[in-house]
């Protein structure tokens, strides 16, 4: 019996990597309305990043894991301990079991040689004549190739959901979907919170701004330091929110609500 859900190896040097998708793995909850099929699992998590030449011990934490996962980037193929896990779990278990992470590089040029395999399959053309053709099968592989920090980010997101459904055996577009609902759902009640903060603290310094008008100095620091304050709200509010358009409606009333209120004191305060 499997003591761990997945291993996840890589080369020494991509090790942050494989450290990274551990710590996003192992962090994932899945949404409530979803149940774990019995004896299956993601959380249970062991990394092998050391790159061990590969022995007995090695071969018996090979068979401790459901799933093996590699990090492939072009070191991966010039990594002997590394093509060596890949050729024993490729030959002891199903294709299915293995997770092939593109971190870095082409296909063609970061996957270990055994990832790939080539089959030859019959295909019926339309006038029902049959040929053979020759086709590469690859196991189930996650992307995470970026441009950019942010895009970066939110690759790593979607494919730790991605590769937490296939490890349960649930169908990626309904995981996905679900965890697209929570989180929208998730940014809207921070998107109202922070909306409520933004109005108290429009007329908390509003009230002391207008309390203190006797006191000359005072009241200028109060209500520049109001205005200061809710100016940045202002121009920082709408960008965090940016890529969700329900909670970017939302907001931009706030924030045109108030800045009625700063131009209200401000006229006041002359």
Request: glycine share 4%.
């Amino acid at each position: 019996m499997e003591q761990y859900d997945i291993c996840i190896s890589s080369t020494i040097q991509d090790r942050a990597i494989a450290q990274l998708l551990a710590q996003k793995l192992g962090a994932y909850r899945l949404p409530r309305d979803v149940r774990i099929p019995e004896g299956r699992d993601y959380r249970r998590i062991l990394l092998d990043t050391d790159e061990k030449p590969f022995d007995d011990d090695v071969r018996e934490m090979l068979n401790s894991c459901r799933f093996l996962m590699m990090i492939c980037t072009p070191r991966t193929p010039k990594s002997e301990a590394m093509c060596r896990r890949m050729e024993y779990y490729k030959r002891t278990y199903v294709g299915e079991n293995i997770i092939g992470v593109l971190a870095e590089g082409e296909p063609q040029d970061s996957f270990p040689p055994h990832f790939v395999e080539v089959k030859t399959v019959r295909r019926i053309l339309p006038d029902m004549t049959v040929v053979e053709r020759e086709e590469t099968v690859e196991s189930v592989a996650a992307d995470l190739r970026s441009d950019t920090p942010r895009q970066a980010r939110q690759r790593l997101q979607y494919e730790v959901v991605r590769i937490v459904a296939s490890m349960l055996e649930l169908h990626p577009d309904e995981l996905v979907n679900r965890q697209e609902r929570r989180r929208r759902n998730r940014m809207y009640r921070t998107a109202a919170a922070v909306s409520a903060v933004l109005l108290a603290a429009s007329g908390v310094f509003g009230y002391y701004g207008l309390s203190a008008k006797r006191a000359g100095d005072i009241y200028a620091r109060q209500t520049a330091l109001g205005q200061q304050t809710a100016s940045r709200l202002l121009e920082e509010l709408p960008a965090a929110f940016a890529d969700i358009p329900a909670a970017q409606e939302e907001i931009g009333q706030v924030v045109d609500e108030v800045s009625q209120t700063l131009e209200r004191l401000t006229r006041e305060g002359r």
